[in-house]
């Protein structure tokens, strides 16, 4: 039924622009004018929107009349621009099929970047994602660095937003060096982007470095756009330095012009820090409002980050404490919702969710609501079945881990004739790389810290390209699933064989495979054995001892 409905409205969006389109007429005053007029009148700014559609209109008709497929394209990325969200995804495939229409490969990889950013400020990541990959496959065939650092940093925006912080730390440090020279507003972004990830990785300092290089980079190029982003930027990381008045202040004097540029994303996350920061300095009165704004946001825009998931914990244990049942069962009760939702939007990091305010929590304060049994047996009944299907599930897991046979790499250098003929690289370089690759296995090479694409092809004695291709035809894998494969698989082959490496913590593990943070090892492992660390240990003791 949900389906159909959607499906009638996308029809019925799909007829109304196609309608707009085709029942427009030129007007006489723009009927002679050229594509450079165009061109040089639309400016994507909102308060000229209905004079600025006015134009995209006049173009795509001109284009159209014509048979221009080129300048058809770019009027209907004027179009998606000047227009309201609805009608954006259908101007954009069809900006899309006219630069298909038009073979140029770099107009096809702007079209599927144009249409990466209508998906991400929609919140579609994961279709954007596919959207940025598809552009950077285009890109791969030009000779453009500009496109290739533009699907760079939006690919970078992605690893942020699932909270792959050194990827995305390593990606924008590139953009940052791109731009500094090429592009003066990617130059701030960049740094902004940096920033942030700097913040989270906990390297305070440099986040303010960025913030402050920004502000700085923005006084010499004469650009003020990106003040209030990294003013609020430094607002949140002096939360973290635990300077909340300075935190405070800072964010309140970026709120207005992000209101004013209607990035709601942004204005939430400075309530969030304000509500924070009054609520460390014990003045919970005036961070109540702020917390509240959280709720607001998730209420009416279904945004929701997990670290924004806090204030619902602290909203639920104020309302506690002030015995008020009705709004801690409705801050309670959203909670489920808003962790439904994260567990559907980051799938990746599902983990971390419920780390610490989890559902048994939410269990015992609704026991001794007696007016809600129902809601207790209801999320009893869930977490009982949870809970069960983890143990069976680790338990299968772990037998699988335990009984399996460990992988041995074949000879990679015989009897790859018919992959050979997959890679437009001659045979004889082929071999070679093969060769040095088993080498690179045999001795292990993949345990070294930040070993990288690049270090990888140093080491191989070859180009980073073919190191991709050779790894994805030979392994079936990209190169960091690669590195991380075997690095995972070393740990796995220690704690089963050895019993010294069973007293190690985490970290120790982690460094002993070479990775950069415990949080990578954990990830990586749990991602690659269904397991934790700690669990697959635990059971290995429990399993000695038996």
């Given at each position: 039924m949900t389906k159909n409905y959607l499906l009638i409205i996308w029809v019925c969006?799909?007829?109304?622009?196609?309608?707009?389109?085709?029942?427009f007429v030129l007007p006489d005053s723009l009927s002679t004018k050229d594509y450079e007029y165009f061109i040089n009148n639309i400016l994507y700014e909102e308060k000229d929107s209905i004079k600025e559609r006015l134009y995209a209109q006049s173009w795509l008709a001109k284009a159209k009349r014509e048979k221009n497929y080129g300048q058809m394209a770019h009027s209907y990325k004027a179009l998606i621009y000047t227009s309201n969200k609805k009608l954006q995804l259908i101007y954009v495939d069809n900006m899309l099929a006219t630069a298909k229409r038009t073979a140029d490969i770099e107009f096809i990889a702007s079209g599927y970047m144009t249409k990466g950013v209508v998906q991400y400020d929609r919140k579609e990541h994961m279709n954007a994602l596919d959207s940025y990959l598809k552009a950077d496959?285009?890109?791969?065939?030009?000779?453009?660095?500009?496109?290739?650092?533009?699907?760079?940093?939006?690919?970078?925006?992605?690893?942020?937003?699932?909270?792959?912080?050194?990827?995305?730390?390593?990606?924008?440090?590139?953009?940052?060096?791109?731009?500094?020279?090429?592009?003066?507003r990617a130059y701030l972004?960049?740094?902004?982007?940096?920033?942030?990830?700097?913040?989270?990785?906990g390297k305070y300092d440099l986040c303010s470095q960025m913030n402050q290089t920004g502000l700085?980079?923005?006084?010499?190029?004469?650009?003020?756009?990106?003040e209030p982003y990294f003013i609020h930027s430094e607002g949140v990381n002096q939360y973290f330095k635990h300077n909340y008045?300075?935190?405070?202040?800072k964010l309140k004097k970026a709120l207005p012009a992000i209101k004013e540029y209607k990035d709601f994303t942004n204005e939430t996350t400075a309530y969030f820090y304000i509500g924070k920061s009054y609520w460390a300095l014990k003045l919970k009165k005036k961070a109540l409002p702020y917390l509240k704004k959280i709720d607001e946001a998730f209420q009416n825009q279904k945004y929701i980050r997990p670290d924004l998931r806090e204030a619902y914990e602290i909203l639920i244990d104020y309302y506690k404490q002030q015995n008020n049942k009705d709004l801690e069962l409705y801050y309670n009760s959203t909670l489920i919702k808003v962790d439904q939702q994260l567990l559907k939007d980051y799938k990746y990091l599902s983990?971390?969710?419920?780390?610490?305010?989890?559902?048994?929590?939410?269990?015992?304060?609704?026991?001794?609501?007696?007016?809600?049994?129902?809601?207790?047996?209801?999320i009893m009944t869930v977490i009982i079945a949870v809970l069960v299907y983890r143990h069976y599930k680790n338990k299968r897991l772990f037998e699988e881990l335990m009984n399996r046979k460990p992988e041995t790499h074949q000879s990679l250098a015989s009897n790859n004739t018919s992959k050979d003929t997959e890679l437009d690289i001659n045979p004889e370089v082929i071999a070679a790389i093969l060769k040095n690759l088993e080498k690179f296995e045999r001795n292990k090479k993949y345990l070294e810290k930040?070993?990288?694409l690049a270090k990888m092809a140093l080491l191989l004695n070859t180009n980073t390209k073919y190191v991709s291709k050779i790894i994805a035809r030979y392994r079936d894998k990209g190169t960091v699933e690669y590195i991380t494969y075997l690095k995972i698989e070393h740990i796995i082959?220690?704690?089963?064989?050895?019993?010294?490496?069973?007293?190690?913590?985490?970290?120790?593990?982690?460094?002993?495979?070479g990775f950069g943070s415990t949080q990578i090892f954990t990830r990586a492992f749990k991602n690659q054995t269904g397991l934790s660390p700690t669990y697959f240990i635990n059971k290995l003791r429990s399993q000695q001892q038996s």
């Open positions: 969006l799909s007829y109304n622009a196609y309608a707009q389109q085709n029942n496959e285009y890109i791969s065939k030009t000779n453009n660095p500009y496109l290739s650092y533009k699907v760079k940093y939006v690919i970078a925006q992605i690893k942020y937003y699932l909270e792959f912080y050194d990827e995305a730390t390593a990606l924008f440090q590139e953009c940052v060096n791109y731009f500094k020279e090429n592009n003066d972004n960049s740094l902004h982007s940096l920033g942030l990830c700097y913040n989270r990785i700085s980079a923005g006084v010499r190029i004469k650009n003020s756009e990106m008045p300075d935190a405070i202040k983990g971390k969710i419920h780390k610490e305010y989890d559902t048994k929590k939410i269990l015992r304060t609704h026991r001794n609501m007696e007016q809600y049994w129902t809601i207790i047996i209801a930040d070993m990288t082959e220690l704690l089963i064989n050895e019993n010294k490496y069973r007293n190690y913590k985490n970290k120790s593990l982690s460094d002993e495979a």
